[in-house]
């Protein structure tokens, strides 16, 4: 699939040649990741473990390795223990009242929240997308995030500021002038997968993480040049 990847996309093979031991994709818990994304939201890395570490602690406690006390990620019945205030007095802010109203909200569903988000995973992205968007403080990023790294959705694009200028400077140039808005999302999300095809997300992934000041990127600090599907130099 990389040499797929690199085959299909230049800047993909020009990328994958600097970034050390590839890059993951979890399949994680869709209740664990549903409230780690919701953490994320306008947040930085540091606060985000923060939070999503004080929401473990009413998990059961699985062990202590290397001096860190690790826990399974609570229940949804569980995480209905927490109120609001204590969340709020976690540093959790603004956040505090969507984690709540999506644990009542996931509650509510039918069968329960657990197998509730477990059905998404037989239905198209852009309805996962839809339905995950009921929940308070659900966006389509968020929604989209949930869908690819635990709904099986490998070709969903969670589209932000980052991706919108991958997407402006590598894929649609034509709209590198233009401000990032909703309805320009399918736009974005059309445009990787009609070059990664069904596993566009994961692609997308090791693009993004291009973008980010992290030491496991070395990228070339200059020279070669590569060239877009207009033929036009980056």
């Known amino acids: 699939m990389w040499q797929d990847f690199s085959f299909s996309d230049i800047r993909f093979a020009e990328l994958a040649q600097h970034v050390d ?11 664990e990741c549903l409230f780690q994304f919701l953490c994320s939201s306008n ?7 923060k939070m999503v570490s004080s929401m473990e602690r009413f998990g059961d406690f699985l062990g202590n ?18 109120s609001e205030q204590q969340l709020r007095d976690a540093g959790f802010g603004y956040r505090a009242k969507f984690v709540v109203g999506t644990v009542k909200a ?17 239905m198209e992205l852009c309805s996962v997308v839809r339905e995950l968007c ?13 869908a690819l790294f635990s ?4 070709h969903a694009i969670p589209v932000d500021t980052h991706v919108w200028q991958i997407a402006t400077r590598y894929y649609i140039p034509e709209l590198a002038d233009a401000k990032l808005a ?5 736009r974005v999300s059309d445009a990787f997968v009609a070059k ?7 692609a997308q992934t090791l693009l993004f993480i291009g973008e980010l000041p992290s030491p496991k990127t070395k990228k070339p600090t200059g020279g070669k040049k590569c060239k877009n599907d207009n033929n036009e130099t980056y």
């Open 65 to 82: 390795v290397g001096g860190f006390d690790f826990y399974k990620f609570p229940s949804i019945d569980r995480l209905s223990c927490i």
């Open 21 to 31: 031991g590839g890059a993951r994709v979890l399949k994680q818990n869709p209740v």
């Open 196 to 202: 990664f095809g069904k596993y566009a997300g994961w």
């Open 134 to 146: 009921t929940l308070p403080g659900v966006g389509p990023k968020v929604a989209s995030c949930v």
């Open 151 to 154: 709904l099986d959705q490998h």
């Open 106 to 122: 996931l509650q509510e569903k039918p069968g329960g929240g657990e197998h509730w988000l477990d059905s998404l995973r037989k």
């Open 182 to 186: 909703p309805k320009l999302f399918s």
């Open 43 to 49: 947040n930085n890395i540091k606060r985000i473990e």
